[in-house]
């Protein structure tokens, strides 16, 4: 009774004690969490930091040459993790990130280093490596005056260190080209120090060597950057002005907005307003991200600061923040426009789930601003969105972020690369605006007499392979109706080919065949070239006579009859057997070019049981009857929901 007593006074006592600091302020309530939860970072920063002692950086490097392992080296260096902790890939903080020990979305930390008794604040910004987050990558540089260039010291120069090389070039941002991995027994610094030579003309004097693992050479790489890296060229006098490069959203505080200073000062409690709105705002957050919040009062100019405008401000990616006072007039804005390599269709598992899904993928949305998003609807799977990804990874990780980040489950229908045609007479109909039109789903195909011309999207494709599989590799590409450009040579070893390739024939599982016929050794990146014309049809899959909208795709002319027996052999291995026979037949333009028999046949998953426990034989038929959830029914045929996108893999 006295313990029951005493425990009750202590919760009356914590719930005042909530209700006092949480009528007070909330904002600051909350950053009061935040600064007892941080409380072995330092303390809360309210000294203006003078610009020259500012390095804004990203570490940019093809997939795996250990981007976040040499972050973790540098948080460990700048005392915000201790060394040897059990973590590693600090930076990697969403759950998809970890498990598949991949970098998905760019993160920032803000760490201060002691050179030379002066204390410096280093922005670092680690980026994904693969293609389909470059978005993130070209987000990043535009709140940086160098990059580290870090290349894999054994693997030596890959497709995508080419890439974001000339990223960083484009942008004139300073680059520290870094050998990494030089702990390994194969290391071969020399080798690629003479790629670096002979690819981008750096200077083999230049380059610095290290084992992020091992902890090697790290700090004079840290100091490296404090003295290669110019401060941000910025003026701390005059209006206020920032653009933003990352947002989120947070349950209490509304949108939460990574933000770079371009000139002045912003405070805590400001007045400010958004390029886009007219409506004015106030500051109630501001932090530095080490990469934990720490609240400051004021951010200067040439920073990277977190900026909340509390539950009703808003932010979006690109969007610039500035004092009320700005001349409008001053301001240039550039348009970072994202070209979305494949589409598909997202649904509700059942209309029931609509709001929810459509609530997660708005929150999504904010935070991976790569996607574009239309309404879209469909006779069978009812009201949902023609989502635009930057390849098939980037759709697969959205979907698995849905799922563990906002519990919303989702149909995907088959993806599809976006299509150009030209329509005869386009002024006639009506639908369409003008007389080219994109084409993202492959149901909204014009007639085929109202088309005067298909267009197909390409890209440009480099592989970098060693010289023993250049065979192989011009095969691959020619079979997947590629042209070759000149190739150069990377080094007496390897060479850099390039090929004009169709966008749809790459996207599915080209990067899967090129890494098996090279044995892994070839790497693979591709960069946009617009669209050319082109012979295409649409194909449509019929079960028992009826149309299965999500697998509906746009295929070139000398594909029809491979692909159509391929999706009909397919997806006869991929759907279960029912209790009915079914017909599975590709066709175009109603002339069937594929067709298989699924034979009838029901699974009784209680014949092995011989009578017995009757829990057992219930157990059993409620995983059946769970399993029966995940299928989604086109003329009472179940189909298992991840067969829209499997069906489309070779
Ligand atoms: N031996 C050795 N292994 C390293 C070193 N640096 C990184 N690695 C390993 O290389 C692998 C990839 O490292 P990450 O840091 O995840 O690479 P990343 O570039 O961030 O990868 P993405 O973000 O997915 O592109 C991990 O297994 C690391 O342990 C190093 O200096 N030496």
Known sequence: ??????????????????????????????????????????????????????????????????????????????????????????????????????????????????????????????????????????????????????????????????????????????????????????????????????????????????????????????????????????????????????????KYRGVLCLAYIHSGKIQIGQAVKWLSETKQQTVKSLALLRPKEEPIDEATAGQVVMVGCGPKGGGSVGDQLLSTDYPLKEISTSTNHVKHMVYAGIFPADQSQHTLLSDAIKKLALNDSAVSMHPDSSPALGQGWRVGFLGLLHLDVFTQRLLQEYKAEAILTAPSVPYKVKVKGAKIIKQYKGDEVIITNPLLLPDPNNIEEYYEPFVIGTIITPVEYIGPVTTLCLDRRGSPLPTSAVDDKNTLMQFILPLSEIVVDFHDTLKSITSGFASFDYQDHGFHPSALARMDILLNGVLVEELSTIVHVSRLEYNARRLTEKLKEMIPRQMVQVAIQAV??????????????????????YGGDVTRRKKLLKQQAEGKKKMRSVANIKIPRNTFIDVLKR
């Open 1 to 250: 009774m006295l313990k029951l007593l005493k425990a009750t006074m202590v919760r009356i006592h914590r719930i005042l004690v909530f209700k006092k600091y949480y009528a007070y302020d909330k904002t600051s309530f909350l950053q009061r969490c935040i600064i007892k939860r941080n409380s072995c970072s330092e303390s809360v920063n309210k000294v203006t930091i003078d610009k020259d002692k500012i390095r804004n950086f990203s570490i940019v490097a093809h997939v795996d040459h250990g981007k976040s392992t040499l972050a973790d080296r540098l948080l460990e260096l700048t005392g915000v993790i201790k060394p040897g902790t059990e973590q590693t890939q600090v930076l990697d903080q969403l759950q998809v990130e970890r498990e598949r020990g991949i970098t998905v979305k760019a993160v920032t930390a803000s760490l201060n280093y002691t050179y030379e008794n002066k204390t410096y604040l280093l922005n670092l910004i680690d980026t994904p490596g693969h293609v389909d987050f470059s978005n993130e990558v070209v987000r990043s540089v535009t709140a940086c005056q160098g990059v580290i260039l870090l290349v894999d010291a054994n693997e030596g120069v890959q497709a995508q260190t080419v890439a974001v090389h000339s990223l960083a070039k484009r942008n004139n941002m300073t680059i520290i080209p870094t050998l990494n991995k030089i702990d390994l027994p194969r290391a071969d610094p020399d080798k690629v120090k003479t790629q670096l030579k002979s690819l981008f003309n750096f200077d083999p004097e230049t380059v610095m060597s290290i084992s992020a693992k091992k902890g090697w050479g790290v700090k004079e790489l840290l100091e490296a950057i404090i003295k290669r890296i110019p401060p941000p060229p910025v003026s701390s006098d005059g209006h206020f002005r920032a653009h933003i490069i990352d947002t989120w959203h947070d």
């Open 588 to 609: 175009v333009g109603g002339k069937v070019y594929a067709r298989e028999t699924l034979k009838a046949y029901r699974k009784d998953v209680t014949a092995k049981l």
